[in-house]
């Protein structure tokens, strides 16, 4: 079965990263599209890893942890996100 790409806008995917696990993928700056298992929900982030406080949000990203790289990345809002069903 193919995977399908569904678009979603960045609201909808910040409330679902702050669900739990979303696969999605996004249009990266050099045009090449990025696939990310991510997250915000602190249950699902290693208690070392959790956000410090220190940060300074910006809503021109959106950031997430990152499930394949075990790690926090960020993309910008104005790029084309797609979620993987």
Known sequence: MAIRHQSITVTDLRE?????????S???KDGSLR??????NLANI????HPSG????????????????SGWRSARVNTLFFVME
Request: aromatic residues 14%.
């Open 16 to 24: 679902r990263l702050r669900a739990g696990f979303v696969k999605f």
């Open 26 to 28: 996004f249009v990266k």
């Open 54 to 69: 220190n940060g300074n949000p910006s809503e021109r990203t959106i950031r997430f942890w990152d499930l394949m790289t």
């Open 46 to 49: 290693p208690v070392t890893d």
């Open 35 to 40: 696939e990310v298992h991510g997250t915000v």
